[in-house]
């Protein structure tokens, strides 16, 4: 059974402070091939699409396309910001390592 990945408080704070739903944009989290470790993250702002699963109500959303769904089931996608930036995160428990960069991760 998939669990969906589940959005702190912070990260839709985050994405209204941008102001990603006023231009009609949601917060994209997807799992794609590659990176140091055999997979990476793409996080970016896009338009849902019609498969997508949306996650969140009124203008800020974050949607997760139906080939990554696997990959982050039961993961948590949050804000965070440290002195040396700031950016989205996500705790994936899938994962059974990660490289430095914090991007790239294996199962």
């Known amino acids: 059974m998939q669990l969906p990945p589940k959005v702190t408080p912070r990260a ?9 739903g006023d231009e009609g944009k949601a917060l994209r989290v997807a799992v794609e091939g590659g ?3 055999g997979f990476q993250y793409d ?4 338009e849902p699409a019609a498969d997508d699963l949306v996650i969140g109500e009124g203008a800020e959303r974050v949607v997760v396309d139906p080939v990554s769904l696997p990959f ?21 428990p899938n994962a ?7 991007t790239s991760f294996s199962m």
Request: negative net charge; contains cysteine; proline residues 0%.
């Open 12 to 20: 839709f704070e985050r994405l209204a402070e941008i102001g990603a």
């Open 35 to 37: 990176g140091c470790s």
């Open 43 to 46: 996080i970016r702002l896009d």
């Open 72 to 92: 982050l089931s039961g993961a948590v996608i949050d804000f965070s910001e440290e002195l040396i930036g700031a950016r989205f995160v996500i705790e994936n």
């Open 96 to 102: 059974s390592s990660s490289c430095g960069c914090g």
